[in-house]
């Protein structure tokens, strides 16, 4: 009798799932087709770029796609290639007249503020303004903000302008006095990500590196934001050492900002450039339906030649990968397709990446070899390009890279956590029973052993002999010298162009204009790959993170705060990483 209720329960319950979800989706559906509204763009608007929802150069498209998939666009995201093309099909929108920038907090890294700015100073070139308030200005934002006509300050915020820095932890003796430790495994004296565990202070190859990461950083930023504000570098770099910026007087004083006024101040100063009465509102836009209106692909669809731009962002962990990390499966089947169709002529792959699987970086690296057979193949460097991210770049035809991106990283490392002298400490003893010697491999509650150690060591030692030999045949350089620039070492792109790393600084738009030359195409269009493969519940999982609820993460963030959830991201990051990993050693917040 209970074996027939529970059949019927699990019965019922799979019928009530099924329906349920049935009503979900449906509601849903209206929630999605219900709320949406005509994107108009008025005469005489206003562009408000509002960047804190824009992380990833590319929102993502799903191959494919059904109705469920489509849902997924609910959230209606863009990426942050689709706002510079916004940006720049807004400079010749007679409908519109200036850009706002109010109170930004963006997540954008290094590079992608370097392209924004570089799209926003050639926005100006069209006569069109630019505006700027803050109530705070971090140094990044500034950074950024610096490029208006006119920037505002609250009377009462702050401008951070101070220069770089850069802070690590050390735990050896922390190790020493727990019993917590990790075995450490590592080619590359660079390789600060394990230094850590290794020492109780920063080695002199890690702060040579740094200091040179830092003020190659800074270089670049102080001399953009002197053709900017007309102010020297020698003297930003004065303001900065002695904190003259620090109040909105001092930065009104130094000419750093124009005007201290509060936000409504603001607004009835865009009022009197736009001739809108005092009374009455301005027209605006905001950058996402600005995006979301205008079609992004700006290139005349009728042209037969096609440039594919394939991009890989985020960790190097395999699968099928995502918008926010990467796998072979997505990259590599993109690659075949544009080999395969002949009407691309020629593939830059963009690259956001700080490295991951050694293994998934070797596939992906063999893609692009088969693919170079056929075609041009240009790497175009976002933020990050660095170990795993240029292991999958080396081989490329030409490489880009922005002044500010973080490249090389030739390292490779391993780290085993072993809790032995702990568990001694409270009375906890392992013991195995094996066919083989080898057969229990390695035990974190057991001391690591010479010989296990050693086979580890072959493992890494095999994977950065291949990694340096990818370089060195796809750099056209010897392997002493890629092994003497390699080490584990970071560089900025500026550096990196003179040690033979990247070919040239430029943003994607030169690095697909070169590969069309490459391709021998004089007129061409541009198509966005990859389109990701999802399943029924991974669809399922992204609807129940989509806006119209709130998303695990925005939740995680409200209950835990913004500095925790970041650690809890890095454990969850840790969680995914298997095998050998040729990843940067660190991550570097601007």
Not at 125 to 132: A, M, Q, V
Not at 174 to 180: S, Y
Not at 496 to 524: P, Q, R
Request: proline share 2%.
């Amino acid at each position: 009798m209970n074996f027939i209720k529970n059949v019927l329960a699990t019965v019922v319950g799979i019928f009530l799932f099924f329906v349920l979800s049935f009503f979900i989706l449906i509601g849903i559906a209206a929630v999605v087709g219900g709320g949406e509204k005509e994107i108009k763009v008025e005469d005489q608007s206003v562009i408000e770029l509002d960047l804190s929802e824009i992380v990833f150069d590319y929102s993502g498209k799903y191959k494919d796609e059904s109705p469920l998939q489509a849902l997924l666009k609910a959230e209606g995201k863009v990426g942050f290639i689709d706002v510079l093309n916004a940006i720049k099909l807004a400079k010749t929108d007679s409908k519109i007249k200036g850009i706002s920038i109010i109170n930004n907090e963006s997540l954008l890294g290094l590079a992608q503020s370097k392209e924004l700015r570089d799209q926003l100073i050639d926005f100006k070139k069209s006569g069109k303004f630019i505006y700027s308030y803050a109530n705070f200005f971090t140094q990044k934002e500034y950074y950024i903000n610096s490029v208006a006509d006119q920037v505002y300050i609250n009377p009462v915020g702050e401008l951070e302008f101070k220069g770089l820095s850069s802070e690590l932890l050390f735990f050896k003796d922390f190790q020493d006095k727990t019993g917590l430790k990790f075995e450490v495994i590592r080619h590359g004296k660079y390789k600060s990500a394990v230094e850590p565990f290794l020492n109780q202070e920063m080695s002199p190859e890690n702060r040579e590196q740094m200091t040179s990461l830092l003020n190659s950083v800074w270089n670049t930023i102080v001399t953009d934001i002197s053709a900017s504000r007309k102010i020297s570098v020698a003297k930003l770099n004065e303001i900065a050492n002695n904190l003259e910026a620090r109040t909105p007087e001092l930065a009104l004083e130094q000419k750093l900002v124009d005007k201290i006024a509060y936000e409504d101040e603001y607004h009835s100063a865009l009022k009197t450039k736009l001739k809108v009465a005092q009374n009455e509102e301005y027209n605006k836009i905001s950058i996402a339906d600005y995006t979301n209106k205008n079609s992004i692909n700006v290139d005349d669809l009728t042209k037969d030649d096609v440039i594919a731009v394939i991009y890989a962002q985020g960790e190097i962990n395999g699968g099928e990968g995502d918008v926010d990390f990467i796998g072979e499966g997505s990259i590599n089947r993109s690659l075949k397709e544009a080999r395969e169709d002949d009407n691309i002529k020629a593939v830059v792959l963009r690259v956001d990446s700080p490295g991951g699987s050694a293994l998934t970086s070797e596939l992906i690296w063999r893609e692009i070899e088969l693919t170079k057979k056929s075609k041009p193949v240009v790497v175009s460097m976002g933020n990050l390009a660095a170990s795993g991210g240029y292991y999958i770049s080396c081989g490329a035809n030409a490489i880009f890279a922005e002044p500010t991106t973080i490249t090389g990283s030739i390292g490779v490392f391993g780290m085993l956590p072993n809790f032995s002298q702990l568990a001694n400490k409270m009375g906890i003893n392992a013991e195995q029973v094996n066919t083989h010697k080898n057969a229990s491999g390695y035990s974190p509650f057991e001391p690591i052993t010479d010989e296990y150690k050693s086979i580890a060591l072959e493992g890494v030692e095999r994977t950065y002999k291949t990694f340096v030999n990818r370089v060195a045949t796809g750099r056209k350089m010897k392997f002493e010298n890629v092994d003497a620039i390699g080490q584990g070492r970071v560089w900025t792109g500026t550096d990196a162009l003179k040690i033979g790393l990247v070919d040239k600084l430029g943003n994607l738009d030169a690095a697909i204009k070169y590969a069309a030359t490459l391709g021998k195409s004089k007129e061409y269009r541009v198509e966005t790959y990859p389109e990701y493969e999802k399943n029924f519940n991974e669809i399922l999982e992204h609807l129940a993170n989509a806006k119209i609820y709130q998303s695990k993460e925005a939740y995680l963030k409200e209950e835990v705060g913004e500095e925790n959830y970041i650690l809890i991201d890095k454990i969850r990051k840790m969680k995914k990483r298997k095998g050998i990993q040729a990843i940067l050693p660190y991550e570097i917040n601007f």
